[in-house]
């Protein structure tokens, strides 16, 4: 089993909707979780870090976290074409642990 | 406040060749961190260092591949000698501690011919 899985992409959504992103992780130890957003040839770009269980909204950004489910999941409300990109979950342990990626594209 | 930084962006070596990675932090965070994407594969830590400690290089592929921090500022990722399959896409993160959020370098493009 991996160690961090993301729904299979790849995801897409016309302009304005909600793009829903989920991710389940092995490690019931690991205490802290984050949402990269990664566009075609570039680095990892930090969109929402989540701590504790429930949700964390940062603008059009809502992480939701459910340890005793081992789920994360990223919302994306009112989605633009700057959205398209590949959104990565990485669960902390000392390291980070990255899920595949989901590849969103926003259809305008 | 500058990001993390990595020189160079692109390296094109042959097999057997040296090649040198550098990463410079963002000020003030002792903990930084190598991880690689090779091709088709999710990103994969490689190792961590608070300050000029080593506190794991579990992700180290072999003995070709040796980190420094001196001085607990910049970082350098040397392969020696590089293989083909040292190819890919290797970042630094930097965060001010172990639990806290990592922020990644634009990254070094390593092409092994």
């Known amino acids: 089993q991996k160690e961090v899985e993301q729904n299979s992409g790849p995801l897409s959504v016309p302009e304005g909707a909600i793009a829903s992103l989920n991710c389940t992780y092995s490690?019931?130890?690991?205490?802290?979780f984050f949402w990269y957003r990664q566009y075609s040839g570039k680095s990892p770009e930090l969109i929402m870090s989540?701590?504790?269980?429930g949700d964390k909204e940062d603008g059009r950004f809502t992480a939701q976290l459910n340890k005793a489910s081992q789920y994360v999941s990223l919302l994306i409300r009112d989605s633009q074409p700057s959205d398209s990109a590949t959104y990565l979950c990485?669960?902390?342990?000392?390291?980070?642990?990255f899920g595949a990626g989901t590849t969103v594209t926003v259809r305008a | 406040e500058a990001g993390v930084t990595q020189f160079p962006s692109h390296s094109v070596i042959e097999k057997g060749q040296t090649v040198t990675l550098r990463c410079d932090p963002i000020s003030g965070h002792d903990n930084l961190y190598w991880y690689r994407r090779v091709m088709g594969k999710e990103i994969k830590f490689l190792l961590h260092?608070?300050?000029?400690?080593?506190?794991?290089e579990s992700g180290m592929p072999n003995n070709r591949f040796l980190a420094e921090r001196t001085g607990g500022t910049y970082s350098t990722l040397k392969v020696q000698p590089a293989e083909l399959e040292d190819s890919g896409v290797y970042f630094c993160?930097?965060?001010?501690?172990?639990?806290?959020?990592?922020?990644f370098g634009p990254g070094t493009r390593l092409t092994v011919t």
């Open positions: 993160a930097s965060s001010q501690d172990w639990l806290r959020e990592q922020y």
């Open positions: 989540i701590y504790s269980n």
């Open positions: 260092f608070v300050k000029e400690s080593k506190q794991d």
């Open positions: 490690d019931r130890g690991s205490q802290s």
């Open positions: 990485a669960v902390n342990d000392y390291k980070l642990s």
